[in-house]
């Protein structure tokens, strides 16, 4: 049988070339795994999911006698199935872990130096595929149509709506309609989040892992000591594949446990929409931009050619926009050619490693400042807006410099002592 197939689709070929590609052998490595791990479950736990919602707002009435929309009504039913709420959750928590296990491959990515050439085309898609998760993420914030749902979801129909000249336009693509509101915001909604993005998805997926198989990883360090110029790790197949299979039962086997233990998003515990806002926040990933939000005054606006730009653009798209800017460009400003095929060791780059700490510390103290009406209701020094500035600009600032110092002074020497 093999070899019937192997006259007509060429096999041997196809296992020389890419089943014996060589998987280097690093813990930093399973991150990109664990976010394609996350991506299957997430389309798994979705179909099961699909089958049971509607995307719709119209009014049905449930058993106790109440008048919700039907998109809430859906959620009840799926939480009410055997381990419906579990699935559910699973989906939910999966979302976060795809996200964290993108943003720390990323992270290393960048620390390591292996945005630089021939790879700066891979690191592009690999942004790529970091924002488009996060959107994804967004666009399933509305679905189960709860008082949550609908506040966190308005912030974000509110950035949308902000950007100068085309917020209208880009509103009314993604949310159908002004949101809450229209009839067609959930429709519009499911089938980005269901359909469209998935396939999006799965697209910057394939093409970022053909890529690496035609490039190849960057080899870990020791590999440059070892065995200088070659390929270092073990195959795709077997070994590859079977620590991917046992990678993948943990991780399926760990999320299920987590699942169970702490049931995601609680639709009856927010209820249906009302017309008051209640106090939430958004998920950590978005945490960040809340929190510019929340100190950015109402009083930064202006009008420029016509249009109005104010403190939810500034804070929702502008200054994520210079960072993803900044990130896009990183390739081609770095193009020192040193280490290309191996990782680089942070220590080695201080500037660059300091530069990525501060970016972490201003994230962190920009998620600081999205408690901030939390501190103002304790009576914390927190809650004081310029007190959150002075964090959110001083802290990053702070943090190069002092990590740019220690670096020199403990690695510099080493380095010295190497050159002599």
Do not use: C
Not at 51 to 74: F, Q
Not at 307 to 318: M, N, Y
């Amino acid at each position: 049988m093999y070899k019937w197939l192997d006259e007509r689709l060429d096999l041997t070929s196809l296992y020389q070339k890419v089943l014996r590609k060589a998987f280097p052998v690093h813990h930093s490595f399973f991150l990109g795994e664990i976010t394609l791990f996350a991506f299957v479950v997430l389309v798994l736990t979705g179909v099961f999911l699909t089958l049971n919602y509607e995307p719709s707002i119209r009014e049905v009435r449930l058993p106790d006698g109440r008048t919700v929309p039907a998109a809430y009504a859906s959620i009840l039913y799926i939480d009410s199935l055997p381990f419906g709420a579990v699935i559910r959750s699973l989906h939910h928590w999966s979302a976060h872990v795809m996200i964290a296990a993108a943003f720390l491959h990323m992270l290393r990515i960048l620390l390591t130096g292996a945005y630089k050439k021939p790879r700066e085309l891979n690191y592009l898609v690999g942004l790529a595929l970091l924002g488009l998760a996060v959107v994804t993420a967004f666009t399933g914030y509305a679905l189960p149509y709860d008082n949550y749902a609908v506040t966190a979801t308005r912030i974000g129909y509110g950035i949308a709506a902000s950007i100068p000249w085309v917020g209208g336009t880009i509103a009314e693509v993604m949310f159908g309609g002004e949101f809450p509101g229209s009839e067609r915001s959930i429709p519009r909604l499911f089938s980005l989040h269901v359909l469209w993005l998935p396939l999006l998805l799965m697209a910057l997926i394939g093409l970022h892992l053909a890529i690496m198989i035609k490039q190849k990883h960057t080899q870990p360090r020791y590999a440059e000591r070892v065995a200088p110029g070659k390929i270092l790790g073990v195959p795709m197949y077997p070994q590859q594949m079977v620590m991917m299979g046992i990678l993948f039962a943990l991780y399926v086997g760990i999320m299920t446990m987590i699942a169970g233990a702490f049931l995601a998003h609680p639709v009856e515990a927010f209820g249906p929409p009302t017309p008051n806002t209640p106090a939430v926040k958004p998920d950590w990933y978005f945490l960040w931009l809340y929190g510019l939000l929340q100190i950015i005054p109402a009083s930064w606006q202006f009008q420029l050619f016509g249009a109005t730009v104010g403190p939810e653009f500034i804070g929702g798209v502008l200054i994520p926009g210079i960072l993803g800017i900044v990130a896009l460009l990183l390739p081609f400003v770095d193009t020192r050619k040193d280490k290309m095929r191996y990782m680089e060791l942070p220590s080695e780059h201080p500037v660059r490693t300091s530069a990525i700490l501060a970016l972490l510390v201003f994230f962190l103290m920009s998620t600081l400042a999205g408690y901030k009406i939390d501190f103002q209701q304790q009576g914390s020094l927190l809650g004081n807006n310029a007190v959150l500035w002075t964090l959110v600009l001083g802290g990053p600032l702070l943090t190069f410099f002092l990590a740019y110092t220690l670096m020199r002074i403990f690695y510099g020497k080493k380095e010295e002592e190497k050159a002599l």
